[in-house]
């Protein structure tokens, strides 16, 4: 079960980022302006992410190995649709229709391994494994999409999904057990928000970006998106069975999770795509080169990301979480220091194999954190909201970062501002005291927060 959760979830977030490599090829082939290829990306992620919540109580409601199943079917057909596209448009479209069939997928795993594996070291573990599978996937589509678009074709890499996808779609028919299917309303009106909001505030950035912020557009876009959001928040304490249950923002940890994990995505958004366009187009990397460029960033990040659950037994996930982040601030703030003279060796590798680092120890604690103390009836809403603030600060951060600069170094600049400021969230919401053993009087939920390394609060705090 672990593995086929593994894979397919290894899919949705190499699709993340194997485009990344192959944008310059795609801009050529199809004819595609600056903006065009930002929503190549942006469409992906904000489909995703606007509808994680949705696809997250689907589960909830008509079973989780069933939502598992059209999820990754539709994602396996969107594919092929992107891998054929014969235009800029149908290609965007084509992206927008693989991130809802993400939406519905990407939940599924997460509440599969959740209802697989009870509190204590084996969800440490598996937890773990899901969370390395996050870095590792993102760092690996880079390499794997410059080196399809070199010497295949960048269509390569979305077509390849057609027989891993059929795989896991025969393995998980006959493995997986459908979980309990609990009676409720799906929370359209939360879910059209929860899209509507985020993907007006990307296309007020990315307007900002092309236009300029006199543009009357982008502050329109923008504040329209500010008010969606609001309503989204009405919309939700007052349904009957909220899409986005505001209860899980009660936990202090668990809303510092969150609101981490968007900042952190939303740097290394910028980060992936911005440093393959400065090889390629300032550098002169073919598409494979940029793709192996990052090798450094991704050998030490699967190394640092299976060495976490052995960290976990030594140090509370709030102290890995926290040094990740310093270490990536450090290894983006590096680059933004880069100038046309500095090697490649000493100004972009190093500064890379600090990121990596960074992001092999924080997104297991960050995964962790994020469904930390969670009842089994929200287990589907906890795991969409992480996957949704992953998403949506991805595409966010992506169209603030191209907002604000208009350099490499600036863009780099502007990532570790968004990494410094998940560090100073990780450190208002999370205990970096050593967790101690529980005494006979604590109940379970302390029993689990101890053995996965994180700090103790009661359930309800």
Do not use: K
Request: one cysteine or more.
């Amino acid at each position: 079960m672990l593995a086929i959760v593994l894979v397919s979830y290894f899919m949705v977030i190499l699709d993340n980022s194997i485009v990344i490599t192959g944008l310059p090829h795609i801009r050529a082939e199809l004819g595609l302006s600056a903006s065009g290829l930002a929503w190549v990306q942006d469409a992906y992620l904000l489909t995703f992410g606007g509808f994680l919540l949705l696809g997250a109580r689907a589960g909830d409601v008509l079973g989780r190995r069933r939502t598992f199943v059209v999820g990754l079917a539709v994602f396996t057909l969107a594919s092929v649709a992107v891998g054929l596209a014969p235009t800029g448009g149908w290609l965007v479209a084509a992206r927008a229709l693989q991130g809802l069939g993400s939406a519905v997928l990407a939940p599924s795993t997460l509440a599969l391994l959740t209802a697989t594996f009870p509190d204590g070291p084996g969800r440490t573990r598996a937890t773990a494994a899901y969370g390395a599978v996050a870095g590792i996937g993102a760092s690996v589509g880079l390499v794997v999409g410059g080196l399809l678009a070199d010497l295949v074709s960048w269509r390569a890499g979305f077509l390849v999904n057609l027989p891993v996808g059929i795989a896991m779609l025969v393995a998980g028919l006959r493995v997986l057990t459908e979980t309990r299917r609990t009676p409720s309303r799906f929370d359209v009106a939360g879910a059209l928000l929860a899209t509507a909001g985020p993907t007006a505030l990307v296309y007020g950035l990315v307007r900002a970006g092309d236009a300029g912020w006199a543009d009357p557009w982008a502050p329109t876009a923008l504040a329209i998106g500010v008010l969606l959001l609001v309503a989204l928040v009405v919309v939700e304490r007052t349904a009957a069975q909220p899409v986005m249950p505001l209860r899980l923002f009660r936990d202090r940890e668990r809303w510092g999770a969150y609101l981490s994990r968007l900042l952190f995505i939303g740097a290394m958004m910028g980060f992936f795509l911005l440093t393959s366009q400065y090889l390629q187009d300032v550098r002169g990397f073919s598409a494979l080169l940029a793709g192996v460029a990052f090798f450094p960033m991704t050998a030490v990040n699967f190394v640092v990301a299976l060495a976490v659950p052995r960290l976990q037994q030594r140090w509370s996930g709030a102290v890995l979480l926290v040094a990740g982040l310093v270490l990536a601030v450090a290894g983006m703030a590096w680059l933004g220091t880069l100038d046309g003279g500095t090697s490649y060796a000493a100004g972009i590798a190093l500064p890379m194999a600090l990121i990596g680092a960074g992001q092999g120890l924080a997104f297991g604690p960050l995964t962790a954190s994020g469904i930390a103390r969670v009842d089994a009836a929200d287990a589907g809403a906890a795991s969409g909201v992480v996957n949704t603030f992953h998403q949506l600060g991805g595409a966010l951060g992506l169209s603030l970062v191209l907002a604000v600069t208009s350099t490499f170094g600036g863009a780099m600049v502007a990532g570790a501002v968004l990494l410094g400021a998940a560090l100073v969230s990780a450190l208002a919401s999370c205990s970096l005291l050593p967790a101690r053993p529980p005494g006979p009087g604590h109940d379970g939920f302390r029993r689990a927060g101890y053995q996965q390394g994180l700090p103790h609060r009661r359930p309800d705090s």
